[in-house]
């Protein structure tokens, strides 16, 4: 069964802390992608890749960055935590072409706590 | 730009009855049209997806949509809920431009009773 696998459930940081949160998916897939998610305001892009080394702002990337040296991994880093960025975080991934993309493959996501 | 709006914030139906969930977009073309369900403190699963074709899309769990372009919806619907389709539901619109990007839209909270 495909999968995009995220490191963590659950994560307990420190402001101030670097953060980093890791996603890897075994699709082979071109794409993939960093959103957060919060009551109300529902899934909001903060990253993503749609190829090794090559990254993209979403729409809130303040306080956020990326890392994807290989295909499979996609790294999201929080520079300096801060209580604001508390959330659940959700990595997936698609294939590049129109309509073969079926959609985006969700992990199962990291519910990240900033103290 | 593309942007998609699921008015209904909460929806409460009970066992055995039907629904539909509403989804609006915008957007200039066709676009790609998708449904997605979120049991509670998990990832997002694909239910269904509208490339082009057939306007009425069937789906995984008996969940299917209709693309209807002259009102642009594309409205979830289930003729009979079950006590496990209580969750969290996303629609999602992608365009054929550039990295296909997909717009989430806020979700809808399904509730069943019992």
């Known amino acids: 069964d495909v999968k995009v696998t995220q490191s963590s459930r659950y994560l307990v940081k420190r402001t101030g802390e670097k953060v980093f949160l890791e996603c890897v998916q075994d699709?082979?897939?071109?794409?993939m992608f960093w959103y957060r998610q919060d009551p109300g305001l529902g899934l909001r892009l903060i990253y993503f890749?749609?190829?090794?080394?090559?990254?993209e702002k979403g729409d809130i990337p303040e306080g956020y960055s990326v890392s994807r040296e290989k295909k499979e991994r996609f790294s999201l880093i929080l520079e300096s935590a801060s209580t604001n960025q508390t959330s659940m975080y959700l990595c997936?991934?698609?294939?590049?072409?129109?309509?073969?993309?079926?959609?985006?493959?969700f992990g199962s996501g990291t519910r990240l706590t900033v103290v | 730009a593309q942007s998609v709006t699921q008015p209904d914030i909460h929806i409460t139906v009970s066992e055995g009855a039907s629904l539909e969930l509403r989804c609006n977009y915008s957007?200039?073309?066709?676009?790609?049209l998708f449904w997605y369900v979120q049991s509670p403190g998990q990832g997002l699963q694909l239910l269904l997806k509208?490339?082009?074709?057939?306007?009425l899309v069937q789906g995984i769990k008996g969940f299917e949509a209709e693309f209807k372009r002259s009102q642009s919806s594309f409205n979830l619907r289930k003729p009979s809920v079950h006590w496990s389709d209580a969750a969290e539901y996303f629609c999602?619109?992608?365009?054929?431009?550039?990295?296909?990007?997909?717009?989430f839209g806020t979700g809808t909270r399904l509730k069943v009773l019992a």
């Open positions: 997936a991934s698609s294939l590049w072409s129109g309509e073969g993309t079926g959609g985006y493959t």
């Open positions: 957007y200039g073309a066709t676009p790609y």
């Open positions: 999602a619109v992608g365009t054929t431009s550039g990295t296909y990007k997909y717009i």
């Open positions: 890749s749609y190829d090794v080394k090559m990254k």
């Open positions: 699709m082979d897939h071109e794409n």
């Open positions: 509208y490339f082009s074709g057939d306007t």
